[in-house]
């Protein structure tokens, strides 16, 4: 497995405002994913992050409202801009681990954001 | 569309009272079916993959079974540290890494 943390672990925003999430795991990785938890829903799948290419969003998720980096094979950032009520949920990095039979994708701690 | 039902959404058990967690998917080509942990506050652990129909997977008090329609999740006389919600998901074949998961079942082991 790897060693994945998120910082922050938890905020609280103003609502119009902006929040950088930053993803670190210990060890290089060519696939990095970004996902969305919101209470009593399903993780949802926000983006995926390769090293050296743009991310790939998924339906119902645009660049200008979740700007991804990935400057390196360890490190990513989620920015959640221009922030309302509806964004509060837990912002969970995963990385994908290649294995002799299975691709496995291994999470972070999440951060919890509450926007007020 | 891919997707993933998980039942029920929560259960209570005795600890030593076994039982089984259901996930219900549809998939176009199933690449892979993953079971996850997660406990309050923290990220997802990964539990097992299963790849094709058949195939059984064990961790200790916890086996994961699959069929073309279904994989179970039994927990077998189950501890209170066992609690946790425990999360299904699918990954489609055609190239894409995407994991489309349910909204899980929370378990609870009473002592």
């Known amino acids: 497995s790897a060693v994945i943390s998120q910082k922050p672990s938890r905020d609280i925003c103003q609502r119009g405002t902006s929040l950088t999430i930053q993803c670190q795991v210990d060890?290089?990785?060519?696939?990095m994913f970004w996902y969305r938890q919101q209470p009593g829903q399903s993780l949802t799948l926000i983006a995926t992050?390769?090293?050296?290419?743009?991310?790939?969003?998924e339906s119902g998720f645009v660049i200008d409202k979740f700007p991804i980096s990935r400057p390196n094979l360890t490190f990513s950032t989620l920015t959640v801009s221009n922030m309302s009520p509806e964004d509060s949920s837990i912002y969970l990095c995963?990385?994908?681990?290649?294995?002799?039979?299975?691709?496995?994708?291994?999470f972070g701690p999440g951060t919890r954001l509450t926007v007020l | 569309e891919d997707q993933v039902t998980q039942s029920p959404e929560a259960l209570r058990l005795q600890e030593g009272e076994s039982s089984s967690l259901n996930c219900s998917y549809t998939?176009?080509?199933?690449?892979?079916l993953f079971w996850y942990r997660q406990d309050p506050g923290k990220g997802p652990e990964f539990l097992f993959t299963?790849?094709?129909a058949g195939e059984e997977k064990e961790k200790e008090r916890l086996k994961a079974t699959l069929t073309k329609k279904e994989s179970f999740l039994h927990i077998t006389a189950p501890k209170p540290e066992d609690s946790a919600t425990y999360l299904c998901?699918?990954?489609?074949?055609?190239?894409?890494?995407?994991?489309?998961f349910g909204k899980g079942t929370k378990l609870t082991v009473n002592p």
């Open positions: 998901a699918v990954q489609a074949q055609g190239g894409s890494e995407k994991l489309v």
């Open positions: 299963l790849y094709s």
């Open positions: 992050a390769n090293q050296g290419s743009e991310a790939t969003y």
């Open positions: 995963s990385v994908e681990l290649t294995g002799r039979s299975t691709d496995t994708q291994y």
């Open positions: 060890s290089q990785v060519t696939m």
């Open positions: 998939v176009s080509g199933l690449r892979g």
